[in-house]
Protein backbone atom coordinates (compact mmCIF):
# COMPACT_ATOMS: atom_id res chain seq x y z
CA UNK A 1 0.00 0.00 0.00
CA UNK A 2 1.40 3.48 -1.19
CA UNK A 3 1.81 6.00 1.98
CA UNK A 4 0.02 9.25 2.37
CA UNK A 5 2.53 11.36 1.32
CA UNK A 6 2.89 9.75 -2.04
CA UNK A 7 -1.27 10.04 -2.48
CA UNK A 8 -0.73 13.53 -1.84
CA UNK A 9 1.67 14.40 -4.58
CA UNK A 10 -0.68 12.26 -6.71
CA UNK A 11 -3.46 14.49 -6.12
CA UNK A 12 -1.32 17.30 -5.85
CA UNK A 13 2.00 18.48 -8.12
CA UNK A 14 2.79 21.95 -8.03
CA UNK A 15 5.42 22.15 -10.45
CA UNK A 16 2.68 20.38 -12.79
CA UNK A 17 0.04 22.97 -12.28
CA UNK A 18 2.42 25.65 -12.68
CA UNK A 19 3.57 23.85 -16.08
CA UNK A 20 -0.20 23.98 -17.45
CA UNK A 21 -0.93 27.28 -16.19
CA UNK A 22 2.52 28.87 -18.33
CA UNK A 23 1.04 26.70 -21.11
CA UNK A 24 -2.00 28.39 -21.17
CA UNK A 25 -0.67 31.39 -20.81
CA UNK A 26 1.70 30.75 -23.74
CA UNK A 27 -0.90 29.20 -26.02
CA UNK A 28 -2.86 32.50 -25.54
CA UNK A 29 -5.77 29.93 -24.57
CA UNK A 30 -8.52 32.34 -23.34
CA UNK A 31 -9.01 32.36 -19.47
CA UNK A 32 -12.70 32.17 -19.06
CA UNK A 33 -14.08 31.56 -15.77
CA UNK A 34 -14.29 27.74 -15.64
CA UNK A 35 -10.32 27.45 -16.54
CA UNK A 36 -9.67 30.56 -14.26
CA UNK A 37 -11.49 28.36 -11.92
CA UNK A 38 -9.57 25.10 -12.32
CA UNK A 39 -6.26 27.06 -11.64
CA UNK A 40 -7.75 28.56 -8.36
CA UNK A 41 -8.75 25.41 -7.66
CA UNK A 42 -5.69 23.47 -8.35
CA UNK A 43 -3.56 25.87 -6.32
CA UNK A 44 -5.38 26.07 -3.08
CA UNK A 45 -4.88 22.03 -3.32
CA UNK A 46 -1.34 22.31 -4.16
CA UNK A 47 -1.67 24.60 -0.52
CA UNK A 48 0.00 27.54 -2.83
CA UNK A 49 -2.97 30.20 -1.43
CA UNK A 50 -0.94 33.21 -2.54
CA UNK A 51 -1.14 32.13 -6.70
CA UNK A 52 -4.54 31.41 -6.34
CA UNK A 53 -5.40 34.79 -4.40
CA UNK A 54 -3.50 36.25 -7.33
CA UNK A 55 -5.58 34.97 -9.46
CA UNK A 56 -8.37 35.86 -8.49
CA UNK A 57 -7.46 39.16 -7.86
CA UNK A 58 -6.78 39.61 -11.32
CA UNK A 59 -10.10 39.18 -12.57
CA UNK A 60 -11.77 41.65 -14.19
CA UNK A 61 -15.18 39.60 -14.30
CA UNK A 62 -16.48 38.02 -11.53
CA UNK A 63 -19.41 35.25 -11.21
CA UNK A 64 -20.78 32.91 -8.38
CA UNK A 65 -18.10 29.98 -10.17
CA UNK A 66 -14.91 32.20 -9.09
CA UNK A 67 -16.16 33.18 -5.70
CA UNK A 68 -17.45 29.32 -4.79
CA UNK A 69 -13.96 28.55 -5.49
CA UNK A 70 -12.27 30.99 -3.60
CA UNK A 71 -14.88 29.71 -0.50
CA UNK A 72 -13.88 26.21 -0.58
CA UNK A 73 -10.14 26.64 -1.40
CA UNK A 74 -10.20 29.01 1.96
CA UNK A 75 -12.25 26.33 3.62
CA UNK A 76 -10.28 23.78 2.44
CA UNK A 77 -6.96 25.61 3.87
CA UNK A 78 -8.23 26.00 7.29
CA UNK A 79 -9.07 30.08 6.26
CA UNK A 80 -12.48 30.18 7.36
CA UNK A 81 -12.32 33.78 8.21
CA UNK A 82 -11.22 34.92 4.71
CA UNK A 83 -13.92 32.65 3.11
CA UNK A 84 -16.71 34.40 4.94
CA UNK A 85 -15.19 37.20 3.62
CA UNK A 86 -15.17 36.39 0.08
CA UNK A 87 -18.77 34.92 1.00
CA UNK A 88 -19.91 38.50 2.23
CA UNK A 89 -18.18 40.07 -0.81
CA UNK A 90 -20.36 37.78 -3.04
CA UNK A 91 -23.35 39.33 -1.13
CA UNK A 92 -22.19 42.75 -1.84
CA UNK A 93 -22.27 42.69 -5.55
CA UNK A 94 -25.62 41.30 -5.48
CA UNK A 95 -25.25 37.83 -6.65
CA UNK A 96 -27.40 34.73 -5.46
CA UNK A 97 -25.68 32.02 -4.32
CA UNK A 98 -26.27 28.66 -5.17
CA UNK A 99 -26.77 25.81 -3.64
CA UNK A 100 -22.96 24.76 -3.89
CA UNK A 101 -21.79 28.08 -2.89
CA UNK A 102 -23.69 27.46 0.14
CA UNK A 103 -22.55 23.98 0.86
CA UNK A 104 -19.08 25.39 0.30
CA UNK A 105 -19.71 28.29 3.31
CA UNK A 106 -21.53 26.26 5.85
CA UNK A 107 -18.12 24.19 6.72
CA UNK A 108 -16.91 28.00 7.57
CA UNK A 109 -19.02 28.50 10.06
CA UNK A 110 -18.63 25.14 11.56
CA UNK A 111 -14.85 25.72 11.45
CA UNK A 112 -15.31 29.08 13.40
CA UNK A 113 -18.63 28.32 15.70
CA UNK A 114 -20.10 30.46 14.15
CA UNK A 115 -23.36 28.94 14.95
CA UNK A 116 -25.65 32.61 14.61
CA UNK A 117 -24.00 33.07 10.84
CA UNK A 118 -24.37 28.69 10.24
CA UNK A 119 -28.35 29.32 11.53
CA UNK A 120 -28.99 32.79 8.95
CA UNK A 121 -27.37 30.37 6.08
CA UNK A 122 -29.62 27.89 6.94
CA UNK A 123 -32.66 30.41 7.02
CA UNK A 124 -31.85 31.78 3.60
CA UNK A 125 -31.45 28.27 2.26
CA UNK A 126 -35.14 27.55 3.30
CA UNK A 127 -36.27 30.76 2.28
CA UNK A 128 -34.99 30.06 -1.60
CA UNK A 129 -36.46 26.22 -1.32
CA UNK A 130 -33.08 24.81 -1.66
CA UNK A 131 -33.45 22.37 1.25
CA UNK A 132 -33.87 19.70 -1.26
CA UNK A 133 -30.30 19.26 -2.24
CA UNK A 134 -28.41 16.25 -0.87
CA UNK A 135 -24.94 18.12 -0.20
CA UNK A 136 -26.53 20.74 1.10
CA UNK A 137 -28.25 18.76 3.86
CA UNK A 138 -25.32 17.00 4.83
CA UNK A 139 -23.63 20.20 5.22
CA UNK A 140 -26.49 21.84 6.87
CA UNK A 141 -26.40 19.02 9.22
CA UNK A 142 -22.55 19.13 9.69
CA UNK A 143 -22.70 22.41 10.54
CA UNK A 144 -25.14 21.81 13.47
CA UNK A 145 -23.01 19.02 14.95
CA UNK A 146 -19.63 20.86 14.69
CA UNK A 147 -21.15 23.78 16.37
CA UNK A 148 -22.40 21.61 19.14
CA UNK A 149 -26.13 22.17 18.10
CA UNK A 150 -26.92 18.23 17.99
CA UNK A 151 -30.59 18.88 18.51
CA UNK A 152 -30.73 21.03 15.08
CA UNK A 153 -28.25 18.53 13.36
CA UNK A 154 -30.65 15.86 13.94
Known amino acids: MESRKSKNSILCNLDLAKEIHCYVIRQGVPLDMFLKSALID ?3 KCKNVE ?5 FNRNTEMDIVI ?5 SGY ?6 FSALDVFRWLLL ?7 VTLASVLPA ?16 IL ?12 AISDMYSKCGRLDLAH
Do not use: D
Open 67 to 71: FTTMI
Open 51 to 55: MAQNL
Open 127 to 138: KKRLEGSCFLGS
Open 109 to 124: CAGLAALTLGKEIHGY
Open 75 to 80: VLNGMN
Open 42 to 44: VYF
Open 93 to 99: EQMRPNT
